[in-house]
């Protein structure tokens, strides 16, 4: 019998030279740990020819893997990926930014405009529960985001109290630098709905105060991250989910920062609370959106020959310490690729209720589609046309990232260059398999 690898399934080979085998259809991974066993074979073909005479162990094994779609008996060709125009018909995703682009910190390498500090009021609020009726989604996510959000949460207060006494549902989530949560705030923003935090601590003391740095003397960035994170922890707000990143560079590496990270990190979360995931990012300046344009920004980013090497490096500690890392579960995910900014009913939303769809380019004269009138209607202009547009073509009909891509991974440099890019998954296959593999046996899945 003939068998080949359909398309949506990669492959990668451990440090210990097992046979790593996961399917990007059904999130499903398998480890082919025996080199004399059959399947073994694959790692170098994409075809696997068998015998009647194999042993019924390895029989049920194959039979195991047609079953869960790592073989088949025809060459597939056909799409699997859910219709996100389908998925996101009805609902709608707002990042709101109540206090602008304002905050109080002054982060080197930060790419905004803190000189906006217009902040949403009352008049706010009301405008934008009109557009929210009007749209009347089916689903509706309010992310908050700035600047610094949590300088006005007020408003994010008077809103919720505005959908609650509507009887709209939604899901709430904030970024946050998290110097402004304590006890109290928390209580605040969870009462107000917002239950998934993403809040960055950038590595060891040293090195988190010189990158983020506050604009008040009284205020020490680190410790005060530090209580947040120690916040949560202790509260009993057991659906919370926190997302920490840790933006990186070599400094964040070196062997006694790394160690000193460690040593207070894991005393203040401990790797048995699960709301807590960890995603490091390397330091860069993306999209040329930089807004300082100096050495001193400049000099904090990741060299580009060494962003793997400082982010699986940070990836292995955590992983090693008993912590979730968060890239592969958005990597496995229906549109964990694609870029919020793709979906038509997405909108970036500052205090003159203009409509934006990216967060990174705020000033990009093309990042402007609209905006909010006083009857909550939306007036868009040409430039939405460019968002949404489907930039996916041939190539991704058979690409095994097709369901958490979707053509979209970044729209803005689609339509800077007006032809889709793929994501960087692409390029490191073997990279991406082994690390989606190693997270689904931590939870429990195949080994062969």
């Not at 996961?22 to 066993?37: C, P, V």
């Amino acid at each position: 019998m003939n068998y080949t690898i359909p398309y949506w399934v990669t492959k990668s080979i451990s440090d210990k030279e097992e046979l790593l085998l996961f399917n990007w259809k059904n999130n499903k991974s398998a480890i082919i740990f025996e080199k004399n066993h059959p399947a073994y074979a694959l790692n170098n073909s994409a075809e696997l020819h068998l015998n009647s005479s194999i042993s019924s162990d390895h029989a049920s094994d194959i039979n195991w893997l047609c079953e869960y779609e790592f073989l088949s008996k025809n060459k597939e060709t056909k799409p699997f990926k859910q219709d996100q125009k389908k998925l996101n018909a009805n609902s709608l995703h707002l990042i709101l930014l109540p206090a602008g682009e304002a905050c109080n910190l002054d982060c080197v390498y930060c790419y905004e405009d803190h000189s906006y500090k217009k902040r949403m009021n009352e008049e706010s609020a009301i405008n934008l529960i009109k557009f929210i009726e009007n749209k009347n989604p089916s689903e509706l996510n309010i992310e908050y985001f700035g600047g610094e959000p949590m300088l006005n949460t007020k408003f994010i207060e008077l809103l919720s109290k505005l959908l609650y006494e509507r009887n709209i549902k939604f899901k709430g989530s904030i970024t946050t630098n998290g110097t402004l949560l304590n006890s109290k705030t928390l209580d605040i923003l969870y009462a107000a709905g917002v239950k998934s935090f993403q809040i960055t601590i950038d590595g060891s003391k040293n090195l988190h105060n010189n990158l983020r740095i506050s604009k008040s003397k009284n205020l020490d960035s680190y410790d005060t991250v530090c209580n947040a994170l120690r916040t949560i922890h202790k509260s009993n707000y057991s659906d919370i989910i926190c997302t920490v990143r840790i933006n990186a560079n070599q400094e964040t590496i070196k062997k006694q920062n790394i160690s000193d990270f460690l040593k207070d990190f894991t005393a203040i979360i401990p790797a048995t609370d699960q709301r807590f995931l960890i995603l490091p990012k390397p330091i860069g300046d993306y999209l040329s959106a930089n807004l300082k344009g100096n050495s001193q920004a400049t000099d904090t980013y990741c060299n580009k020959n060494s962003i793997n090497e400082v982010v699986d490096f940070l990836e292995r500690v955590f992983t090693e310490s008993g912590y979730i890392i968060a890239d592969p579960v958005m990597l496995t995910k229906t549109g964990g690729y694609s870029c919020y900014a793709g979906n038509a009913n997405s909108f970036v939303i500052n205090p003159d209720l203009k409509l934006f769809k990216c967060t990174v380019a705020l000033d990009d004269p093309v990042n402007l589609v609209g905006y909010i009138d006083q009857k909550g209607e939306t007036q868009l202009n040409s430039n939405i046309s460019l968002w949404t547009k489907d930039y996916s073509n041939s190539g991704c009909t058979n690409c095994f990232a097709q369901n958490t891509c979707s053509g979209n991974s970044c729209p803005l440099i689609n339509i800077k260059d007006n032809i889709k890019h793929c994501p960087p998954i692409k390029q490191e296959i073997e990279k991406i398999t082994s690390k989606v593999v190693r997270f689904y046996e931590s939870m429990s899945d195949a080994k062969i």
